[in-house]
């Protein structure tokens, strides 16, 4: 007789579950907070519904390292090293990509409100099918040959960036049985070094899966999650041709947008 196999990908927690769970670390947090606990503005580095947060967050104490010996190894760029063709994602390829063609535009400002120019900002993202083109998405969604989901910019004088994509879709992962990823375009911002490194996400405003999602709910704070959401903007849209989307990248204070923790310095 035949051992019974299984699947290593099922995940058996229910949608309800994590639901519970999420609710439970955010009632206790808000009471915490409410009695004079500290606000927190970034996410947890150990997410319980997150269930893999456990193996994505340093569990070592961190080591200080030599900034310039860093320079030494790791790539280098100026002005004329990023093209501004680089920052619009949807003419990389022969032909136009499928999907919702959109404009997000913004500011990348420091924690008094004062621009950051010069900065080098990175995305990538999912297509308008909610796929990634990586060899380990095996999402059974259609890959768009025209659109690879990549692009960068230097924020200008007034700390200003501009990419055109493509409105990426949800996709499902393996967190738990039926989990499904809000929309989101990855934000990768340098300072003055490789250091310096920070990875962020924004997301679409009305997104029904918000509420589902243990990423984005992993930030505990309301006001700390809005800051993640971008904003409908119908002045970045174009006749016939975009819609547009405007979100501003705060780098420190109070209200800075929240940047995942280095794994490793």
């Known amino acids: 007789m035949a051992e019974k196999t299984t699947n ?8 309800a579950e994590i639901d519970a769970e999420i609710s439970a670390i955010h009632q206790d ?17 150990n997410f319980p519904p997150y269930r893999s947060s456990l193996l994505r967050h340093p569990t070592k104490s961190l080591h200080h390292t030599d900034p310039e010996d860093i320079e030494l190894h790791s790539p280098a760029f100026g002005h004329r090293d990023v093209s501004p063709l680089e920052a619009d ?47 380990r998405d095996q999402h059974p969604a259609p890959l768009d040959p025209n659109f690879t989901g990549a692009g960068r910019a230097l924020t200008g004088p007034n700390g ?10 949800p996709y499902p992962w393996k967190n738990h049985h ?56 119908h002045s970045v849209s ?7 989307y405007r979100w501003d990248i705060v780098l420190s204070g109070s209200n800075r947008t929240w940047a995942e923790e280095e794994e490793e310095h």
């Open 178 to 233: 039926n989990a499904w990823r809000s929309a989101h375009i990855h934000f990768s911002l340098f300072g003055t070094d490789f250091t310096q490194r920070i990875v962020t996400q924004m997301y679409f405003p009305g997104d029904p899966i918000f509420d589902l999602d243990p990423i984005y709910q992993s930030i505990t704070d309301q006001a700390a999650r809005d800051r993640l959401v971008a904003t409908y903007d």
């Open 160 to 169: 200003e960036y501009s990419f055109t994509t493509i409105k990426p879709a």
């Open 8 to 15: 290593p990908d099922a995940a058996v927690t229910s949608q």
């Open 238 to 244: 174009q006749h016939e041709w975009n819609t547009g």
């Open 29 to 45: 947090y808000r009471t915490q907070r409410d009695a004079g606990g500290v606000e927190e503005t970034n996410a947890r580095l």
């Open 89 to 135: 994602l949807t003419i990389q390829h022969n032909g136009e990509p499928i999907g919702e063609r959109i404009i997000v535009t913004g500011r990348v400002l420091d924690g008094d409100g004062r621009p950051v120019a010069g900065q080098l900002v990175e995305v990538w993202q999912a297509n308008a099918a909610g796929r990634y083109i990586h060899k």
